[in-house]
Every structure is written in structure tokens, then in C-alpha cells.
């Protein structure tokens, strides 16, 4: 379902990342970790379709991820796959419900689903509430809820656990596995938080060592 092959990139001409291959199926899951500054949220870019490699290939359900350009990109990943950002990337001075739709509304989705994903997510009461009013940890389920809105093949998740505490944690890494097996997809977890480790026993180091 997922295959990245000779993955190498580069910010300036000082430095050249090259990353480990990564080959998953539907329903497999992988922890990306690594040292700060590695390369760990880069590589996850390059997965989720936002920065394109210097060289090497990013295959999703059969597709190149960049042979596809522009507007058929955005389609794409809009549609395949849903990336939970380290910081939350969701618009604060809409509602809850107003940001699942967004993402619903750019790949032609009705989000028909987006009521149990919120039940689910523990955030159902919150949805007629304004982003800029949630605490961290709930603006965190909406920026997950948010992701999974429409039903993506490939969940990408930057340090989802780094703001929060033990019991949030637990319920957001098991969320994630939960909604990732629900819709057979392939889940990557980039982070340094030792919890993590408990939880998904494939794993990756980006850079060498830890
Ligand atoms: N837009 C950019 N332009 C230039 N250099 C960048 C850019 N983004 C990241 N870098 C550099 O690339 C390296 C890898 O960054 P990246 O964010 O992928 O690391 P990371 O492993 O996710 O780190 P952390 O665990 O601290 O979040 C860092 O040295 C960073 O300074």
C-alpha cells in the first residue's frame, strides 16, 4: 500500500538526508523515531506528499506520489491520506464541525462519518464550539479527527502525544490504532516520546542512531 524507495533530500547544499526504505500493507503500523533534527518530520512531509524528494519514490495504493502535480496532488492527498501535524493545523476561528467539513469539502466528501469520528474522539459536545476556545488536547482530537475525516488510506502523525499527559496520550495513540484498523489503514507515528515505544513494536530510526 506504501513503498518509499531511495529517499534522499535536501533543505541547502550543506547537507543530504537519505532515509531507510519503507514498505507497509493496509492495517500495518511503524514508528518513524530519531534524534531531534534528523530528519524525522521531513521524511514524513515527503510521505505525506507536501515536499518532494531530491530523488528516490513515494508509492501510495499503486500510485507515484509525484509523478501526480498541482491540483491532482492536492486531490490525492486530500483523499488518501490524513496527516496529524505536531502542530495543529486546523483554523481556530472556525467550529469544530466547520473544520471537518473543510476537509470534507476539498475532495468532494460528504462526511457522512464526521459525527461518530467526534463521538469517538470525545469531542462530540465540542462541536459547535470555536477552535481558539479548546484546551491543547482537545484542539489535538479535532486536528486527528479532522485527518481521518475522509477515511484516508494513509494516517502520517508527527509527535501526537508530545503535549500531553500520560492518560491523553494512551487514549490518542489507542485512537489513532483504533480508527487506523477501522479503515484498514497503514499508520506512521514519528516521535521521540519513550511511551510510544509501548505501543507499536515496528519500528525505524532515521539517521543512524538513536
Ligand atoms: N524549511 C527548512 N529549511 C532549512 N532547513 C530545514 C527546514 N526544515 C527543517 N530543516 C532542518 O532539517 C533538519 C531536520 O529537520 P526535521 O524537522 O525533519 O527534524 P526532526 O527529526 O523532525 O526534529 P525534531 O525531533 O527536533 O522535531 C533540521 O536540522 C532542521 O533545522
Same mark, same amino acid.
Given at each position: *500500500?506504501?513503498? /518509499?524507495? %531511495?529517499?534522499?533530500?535536501?533543505?541547502?547544499?550543506?547537507?543530504?538526508?537519505?532515509?531507510?526504505?519503507? #514498505? *507497509?500493507?493496509?492495517?500495518?503500523?511503524?514508528?518513524?523515531? @530519531?534524534?531531534? @533534527?534528523?530528519?524525522?518530520?521531513?521524511?514524513?512531509?515527503?510521505?505525506?506528499?507536501?515536499?518532494?524528494?531530491?530523488?528516490?519514490?513515494?508509492?501510495?495504493?499503486?500510485?507515484?506520489?509525484? #509523478?501526480?502535480?498541482?491540483?491532482?496532488?492536492?486531490? =490525492?492527498?486530500?483523499?488518501?491520506? &490524513? $496527516?496529524? =501535524?505536531?502542530?495543529?493545523?486546523?483554523?481556530?476561528?472556525?467550529?469544530?464541525?466547520? %473544520?471537518?467539513?473543510?476537509?470534507? =469539502?476539498? +475532495?468532494?466528501?460528504?462526511?457522512?462519518?464526521?459525527?461518530?469520528?467526534?463521538?469517538?474522539? @470525545? $469531542? =462530540?459536545?465540542?462541536?459547535?464550539?470555536?477552535?481558539?476556545?479548546?484546551?491543547? &488536547?482537545?484542539?489535538?482530537?479535532?486536528?486527528? /479527527?479532522?485527518?481521518?475525516?475522509?477515511?484516508?488510506?494513509?494516517?502520517?502523525?508527527?509527535?501526537?502525544?508530545?503535549?500531553?499527559?500520560?492518560? %491523553?496520550?494512551?487514549? +490518542?495513540?489507542?485512537?489513532?490504532?483504533?480508527?487506523?484498523?477501522?479503515?484498514?489503514?497503514?499508520? $506512521?507515528?514519528?516521535?521521540?516520546? #519513550?511511551?510510544?515505544? %509501548?505501543?507499536?513494536?515496528?519500528?525505524?530510526? +532515521? @539517521?543512524?542512531?538513536?
Amino acid at each position: *500500500m506504501l513503498a /518509499a524507495k %531511495n529517499i534522499e533530500f535536501n533543505y541547502d547544499k550543506v547537507r543530504k538526508f537519505e532515509f531507510p526504505d519503507i #514498505q *507497509m500493507k493496509e492495517g500495518d503500523e511503524l514508528l518513524i523515531l @530519531g534524534k531531534s @533534527g534528523s530528519g524525522k518530520t521531513t521524511i514524513l512531509n515527503i510521505l505525506g506528499g507536501l515536499l518532494k524528494p531530491l530523488s528516490g519514490e513515494v508509492i501510495i495504493g499503486g500510485s507515484s506520489l509525484y #509523478q501526480l502535480k498541482g491540483a491532482s496532488l492536492d486531490k =490525492f492527498r486530500g483523499k488518501n491520506i &490524513g $496527516i496529524i =501535524f505536531q502542530k495543529p493545523h486546523i483554523l481556530a476561528p472556525l467550529t469544530v464541525e466547520e %473544520n471537518l467539513r473543510l476537509a470534507n =469539502f476539498f +475532495v468532494g466528501e460528504r462526511g457522512k462519518q464526521n459525527e461518530a469520528l467526534l463521538r469517538e474522539l @470525545g $469531542i =462530540f459536545e465540542k462541536r459547535k464550539s470555536k477552535i481558539s476556545t479548546l484546551s491543547e &488536547g482537545e484542539a489535538q482530537r479535532v486536528s486527528i /479527527a479532522r485527518a481521518l475525516a475522509n477515511s484516508p488510506k494513509l494516517i502520517l502523525a508527527d509527535e501526537p502525544t508530545s503535549s500531553l499527559d500520560d492518560e %491523553n496520550a494512551t487514549i +490518542v495513540i489507542k485512537l489513532l490504532q483504533e480508527q487506523a484498523k477501522k479503515f484498514q489503514a497503514a499508520l $506512521i507515528i514519528v516521535t521521540h516520546d #519513550q511511551r510510544v515505544k %509501548n505501543f507499536i513494536s515496528n519500528q525505524v530510526i +532515521v @539517521g543512524g542512531t538513536l
